[in-house]
């Protein structure tokens, strides 16, 4: 007897739109009819969300949102639930139905498989550990740890307790770690000794001692035998407690560990997200608002199911991404709705002298990877690679590959279809469905994502996101469809950021999303003014086209960040960041970066420096500006090409003028991007303007350099 075939799949959307006929009795014609419902009935829809995953509170909530504006906006008061209690309550259903909570594995091979009851318990007896060091709601853990599971437990034994959680990646250096784990003021700091990249050993122990020293307000330090090889028998290290001790308890305690219940708006985790001038931007998302947001964008949107539900079962999520990339924070939500999260901490292009961009393939192959994500710059290195999935091993699993960090080229996603139709296996990967989504680190969430049953088109998104009323303004403050404009958004969100850390009078978190567009500003999608008693409408820095009216509004294409933020290969820096790093060697006078990564394109990134009378960029001063950079942020940060130049351009307050070189570079002309009766240099100018030129001739090369 053959067996009984599967029922077929049903996206987690449409189960959604069947539970909304059936409970609430809602239908809708279109997916346009369901997205403007949910930006504009706001209670009924995030509600809806709150009931449809059965989100539990000791106490009711007195209201869903308690008056829409931005920013200010106040989410289910009265209700409190923990981030970690989400997690645990899949405990005993996963373990039931056999299906592990994380899976990962390194560079040194090493495999590591973690059950949802031993997850449970290495949490509770690392957070009775930090109970017991006098660890309190709203004090800070920072962690410098890897994209392994130990970083997970430390994560979820800190928020159990109410601590706010604070990650940065090992890959990152001590200034760059400084300037964000200093302004939090952390009280415990959980930190590993080394890590394996690109085939070397990485010992990160002269780092660590240099936060120990430079953050004074730290009570408790905790190290994580990573690698195995550093020295932490040393004076300054020998009283630390090893991570994997403080999780080996198993006892009547750790047996009784329960999550404490916290308010719906309690601090969860403090993100990094880099502006142009300053140091970067501490951001504090709550508790309720991110588990809220993302089941609502990793089950509906992402289409990632729960491992032991029979419409998903065995789902194995992957998301490539490093600590100091909020996709971590993504691929850790997986666990919020009972999913297998399947970790890779390594190098996914192998090494300098063995690159192998099959590595991550083969990888998912191996541990029956079910949902495959990464970033964008991931696939088109697969593809100038040319690399062969067919020859990765068994990838049949696979119904779905998600791509963020940058814009996703037509070029990349037709090779990942192709590459996909040719692997033997169901009739669906013929068609492989891609999700490529953008949002932010900015509130832990995205914008812009997928629909299973919506149409799909190589470099284009699908949809707008359910809830996240976003348009594209003009420079009138208009929406406007089929061109394009200013990403914005007009509704709050309940994961936008409660604060940031210790911002005065919130005066960074206004310039930094609502200076643009104050209340009042902008019309109505309809027409007339948004008037006074609006709030303030969120500028998220991008450049979006959102499809026409003839297309349904459906279909949105990312062109880019619209300020001056790095966006490389996915992690944001400030730039300020990297200047601090240049303009401390003596021989630069002053810098200028920008990033040119623009709808797909391949990345480019130069450095243009002025450097002090006399000296030439040679060789050896290049290398050095590379290592400065490594040292200071990370080796992710080194520019594609740097050029000395005579000047950099400013305005009359002394302001580099960032984007006006960035859009010059991209093509635009130079009288449509600059002022230059607004410039104290106007002169120097003509250098850029030649360079650009030769750039988009395909000349290459640097015209020569010249005063201003």
Not at 178 to 206: S, T, W
Not at 256 to 271: G, K, M, R
Request: overall charge negative.
């Amino acid at each position: 007897m053959s067996p009984t075939a599967a029922p077929p799949y049903v996206p987690q959307i449409r189960l959604y739109q069947n539970w909304l006929r059936d409970k609430r009795g809602l239908s809708f014609a279109s997916y346009g009819e369901l997205w403007r419902w949910s930006t504009t009935e706001l209670d009924a829809f995030w509600q809806s969300i709150w009931d449809y995953f059965d989100l539990r509170s000791p106490t009711p909530h007195s209201a869903v949102l308690v008056k829409n504006v931005m920013p200010g906006a106040v989410w289910f008061p009265g209700a409190q639930l923990n981030y970690a209690q989400q997690v645990f309550r899949h405990v005993a259903p996963a373990q039931a139905a056999g299906f592990p909570a994380i899976v990962s594995r390194n560079e040194l091979g090493t495999a590591h498989e973690l059950s949802w009851p031993e997850l449970r318990r290495q949490v509770a007896s690392l957070a009775l550990h930090l109970r017991a060091q006098g660890l309190q709601p709203g004090d800070r853990v920072a962690a410098y740890l890897p994209n392994i599971p130990e970083a997970m437990v430390a994560f979820l034994a800190t928020v159990s307790l109410g601590g706010v959680w604070s990650i940065c990646a090992p890959d990152m250096g001590a200034q760059a770690v400084l300037d964000r784990f200093r302004q939090i003021e952390p009280k415990v700091l959980i930190a590993c000794d080394g890590v394996r990249y690109g085939g070397r050993d990485h010992d990160r122990m002269a780092v660590v001692d240099e936060l120990r020293q430079a953050l004074p307000t730290l009570e408790h330090l905790i190290l994580h035998d990573n690698l195995g090889t550093a020295d932490l028998t040393a004076n300054e290290f020998a009283m630390a407690p090893r991570l994997s001790r403080l999780t080996a308890r198993h006892d009547a305690q750790t047996e009784a560990f329960e999550p404490l219940a916290l308010p719906f708006d309690h601090p969860l985790w403090i993100v990094y997200s880099s502006g142009t001038t300053g140091l970067p931007k501490p951001i504090v998302h709550g508790h309720g608002g991110t588990v809220l947001v993302a089941l609502a964008l990793k089950t509906l949107h992402n289409d990632v199911g729960c491992s032991y539900a029979p419409n998903s079962w065995g789902e194995r999520f992957h998301w490539y991404s490093s600590t100091g990339w909020v996709m971590w924070n993504a691929q850790l939500s997986g666990l919020l709705n009972g999913t297998t999260c399947v970790l890779y901490d390594g190098n996914p292009g192998g090494s300098k002298d063995n690159p192998d961009w099959g590595l991550l393939w083969r990888f998912a192959a191996e541990t029956g990877v079910s949902y495959f994500g990464a970033g964008a710059a991931f696939y088109a290195n697969c593809l100038k690679a040319g690399v062969e999935l067919s020859r990765c091993g068994d990838l049949s699993r696979i119904r779905a590959l998600g791509s963020t960090g940058s814009p996703l080229s037509p070029e990349a996603q037709a090779w990942g279809s192709e590459q996909f139709a040719r692997i033997a296996g169901s009739e669906a990967q013929k068609d492989i469905w891609w999700c490529n989504i953008s949002g932010g680190t900015d509130f832990a969430g995205a914008f812009i994502g997928g629909h299973r049953e919506l149409p799909q088109q190589p470099g284009v998104m699908q949809c707008r996101l359910l809830g996240c009323a976003v348009e594209a303004w003009n420079e009138r403050g208009e929406p406007v469809l089929g061109e394009v404009g200013e990403l914005v958004c007009t509704q709050p969100i309940p994961s936008m950021p409660l604060y940031f850390w210790g911002d005065q009078d919130h005066a960074r978190y206004l310039a930094s999303y609502f200076e643009s567009y104050p209340p009042g500003h902008g019309r109505k999608p309809g027409g007339g003014d948004l008037g006074p008693e609006a709030g303030s409408v969120w500028r998220h820095g991008d450049w979006l086209r959102i499809g026409s009216k003839e297309q349904g509004g459906e279909g949105c294409v990312i062109y880019g960040r619209s300020d001056a933020t790095i966006n490389r290969h996915g992690l944001r820096m400030g730039t300020s960041e990297l200047y601090s790093a240049v303009e401390a060697l003596p021989e630069v006078l002053d810098s200028l970066v920008v990033d040119l990564e623009y709808l797909g394109r391949e990345s480019y990134m130069p450095l243009f420096v002025v450097l002090r009378e006399g000296l030439v960029l040679d060789d050896g001063l290049m290398r050095r500006l590379a290592d400065a950079i490594k040292t200071a942020l990370s080796p992710r940060f080194v520019p594609d090409e740097i050029l000395q130049v005579a000047e950099v351009p400013r305005t009359l307050s002394g302001k580099k003028q960032e984007l006006p070189i960035k859009k010059l570079l991209l093509g635009a002309p130079l009288e449509k991007v600059v002022n230059k009766d607004a410039m104290a240099n106007p002169g120097c100018l003509d250098w850029y303007v030649d360079f650009a030129a030769s750039r988009l001739a395909g000349r290459g090369g640097a015209p020569a350099l010249s005063g201003g």
